[in-house]
């Protein structure tokens, strides 16, 4: 199973030789991901932090104050955001999908995934409407992570063939238009019908989905940075089976997704 976590807190200053210092309490995740989202600077080795406040710290070269608000407002994202330690780049969900059981019911995303879904009957335009909601919480982390920014394609988790409706299409649809990234949809296909929910194990859900989508031949994926789409992640055994048959066209891929539930078989 994927770990996923949240960063819980964080210092940001600059030290007297005017190096940035970052303290951060999370996992050494961050450090990757942070070196990859401004790589035009160098980052130091991991350090301990000696008045144990702090898990990790690093020094960061030749940051400006803009670049510093820039550092600040994405950790300050992580802080809600949920990382995700999968197979991919990267990964991240805007939030989990309910609140701890002491606290209850779904997250505030989690209760817009809800709502632009017709999980009976069709869908409506309230549907389509709330998914355009939904679609602007993902392009302000994508507007705050560097990263993601500079994704060359956005595409979405294929649905089975004959759907109708598809929230991660309209998703896909909705951030691309809005931020002029390419949408990459059209070079992917699920050549396989499939039904995770009849699955209860991990093993199960690895089976049902083995094999199940396609890259055509013509793609231009090779050495682009595509994110991925989607809007649950569960055991996340759909977006790592898309991810491996992206990356053997080269590409590199990082995921998105608009929640992530609290447990993984659910």
């Known amino acids: 199973m994927a770990d996923h976590f949240q960063l819980t807190n964080f210092e940001v200053k600059y030290g007297r030789s005017g190096d940035l210092i970052l303290l951060l309490s999370g996992g050494r995740k961050y450090y990757e991901i942070l070196s990859d989202a ?20 690093t020094y960061v070269k ?30 991240f969900a805007l939030s989990y ?37 939904l679609a602007k919480h993902f ?7 560097p ?3 500079r994704s060359d394609y956005i595409l979405s988790v294929p649905a089975n063939p004959g759907k109708s409706y598809d929230l991660p299409s309209l998703l896909v649809a909705e951030i691309c238009d809005q931020l002029r ?27 049902e989905i083995y094999g199940a989508f396609s890259v055509r031949e013509d793609a231009p994926f090779n050495g682009k ?11 996340g055994v759909t977006l790592h089976e898309l991810a491996i048959t992206l990356q053997k066209t080269g590409a590199l ?13 659910s």
């Open 38 to 57: 401004f790589n035009s600077h160098f980052f130091s080795r991991v350090f301990e932090d000696r008045n144990n406040r702090f898990d990790w710290g």
């Open 62 to 91: 030749g940051v400006n104050e803009p670049e510093r608000q820039n550092i600040e407002r994405l950790l300050r994202r992580f802080q809600q955001a949920v990382c995700i330690d999968d197979a991919l780049k990267q990964t």
């Open 97 to 133: 999908h309910f609140r701890p059981a002491y606290e209850g019911g779904r997250t505030e995303i989690g209760d817009l995934v809800y709502k632009s879904k017709p999980y009976h009957g069709k869908a409506r335009e309230q549907h389509r409407s709330n998914a355009k909601e």
């Open 139 to 145: 392009i302000t982390f994508i507007k705050e992570h």
């Open 147 to 149: 990263s993601y920014l």
């Open 181 to 207: 990234i390419a949408n990459g949809s059209q070079y992917i296909s699920k050549v396989k019908q499939t039904s995770m929910k009849d699955c209860s194990t991990l093993e199960q859900k690895m089976n």
């Open 225 to 235: 940075r595509i994110t991925v789409i989607d809007d649950i992640y569960h055991t």
């Open 253 to 265: 891929v990082q995921g998105l997704v608009a929640t992530k539930t609290l447990s993984d078989l």
